[in-house]
């Protein structure tokens, strides 16, 4: 009974003492990180190949087994799990529990950064993402309009999820079913032939004025061939200004014999709200913050 005696005997000390404590824990909870989930990692990552034109034997053969052969060689791994589909594959892989994710992502970089050179030329990629039920999307908004074009909805989406990656609390904000914008060329064969070039002149042109524009592709009739260029131009301007020929002093540009114009490119990806065209905006949770903030 001494200790009940000593609260009693010391009734100021117990009453501060007790605030205290009970303000130091209305302070903890309010500066505790809280999440909608629990935020951990994993140690897994996901490495994923593409091969367009193959068939999954020639992947397998070809591209999955000297990867799986180059991360097996990684220590703690626990397992592979490799999934192949015309064209592409995705190799789940997963390492015993307790081992540091930084080291094993590392890992798989290694091996794959090891094969890649030895991999098919046709291989258009292969990206290594780290696994992590921390990279949960958090928010999600939805811009909707049945009117708004393709090229407006990206651009405002992109501006919404700019401003939230802004907010302190945001680790990543992605835009998803957007199409991606592109400058289109529609050449004109008639105008080529008036003027004696050819549509080789006028391909060449443009790959000659931006050495590492990403490729395209060109439509004739129900067919669509790929188009392998380099560089970029700062605006559609700079593309219509691009120098096809000088026949006899007279410069003619990619505008004279082709229309420019900026549009949207194919759709991936269809994403709707309540039936209603949408493009979603969504923002990933820091580590440590406060969700409530957020």
Do not use: C
Not at 65 to 72: C, G, K, M, Q, T
Not at 196 to 210: N, R
Not at 229 to 249: Q, Y
Request: glycine share 6%; no cysteine.
């Amino acid at each position: 009974m001494r200790l009940p005696r000593l609260a009693v005997q010391n009734r100021a000390f117990v009453a501060v003492a007790t605030a205290l404590v009970v303000a130091v824990g209305i302070q903890s909870f309010r500066s505790m990180p809280q999440s909608e989930d629990p935020q951990f990692d994993i140690s897994a990552s996901r490495v994923i190949a593409v091969f367009p034109g193959a068939g999954p034997e020639d992947i397998e053969s070809l591209v999955v087994d000297p990867l799986e052969a180059a991360i097996n060689e990684a220590d703690d791994l626990d397992r592979i799990e490799t999934t192949i589909q015309d064209g592409i594959a995705v190799l789940a892989v997963e390492f015993d529990a307790g081992t540091d994710p930084d080291a094993t992502y590392d890992d798989v970089l290694q091996a794959v950064a090891q094969v890649r050179p030895s991999l098919p030329e046709g291989v258009a990629l292969v990206e290594v993402n780290r696994s992590s039920p921390r990279l949960t999307p958090v928010f999600q908004a939805a811009l909707v309009s049945e009117t708004a074009s393709d090229l407006v909805l990206s651009r405002e989406a992109d501006r919404l999820a700019d401003a939230i990656e802004r907010v302190d609390a945001v680790q990543s904000a992605d835009v998803w079913a957007a199409p991606e914008p592109e400058i289109r060329v529609g050449i004109d064969p008639e105008r080529l032939r008036e003027l004696g070039l050819t549509l080789g002149q006028a391909l060449g042109a443009v790959q000659a004025a931006a050495p590492s524009l990403p490729g395209g592709s060109v439509d004739a009739g129900d067919r669509r061939f790929t188009v392998q260029t380099s560089g970029d131009f700062d605006s559609i301007e700079d593309v219509r200004r691009v120098v096809v020929a000088a026949p006899e002093g007279r410069v003619v540009t990619l505008s004279d014999v082709a229309a420019v114009d900026l549009a949207s490119g194919d759709d991936a990806h269809r994403a709707r709200l309540d039936g209603q065209r949408s493009v979603f905006v969504t923002a990933v949770q820091r580590k440590g913050t406060n969700i409530f903030d957020l």
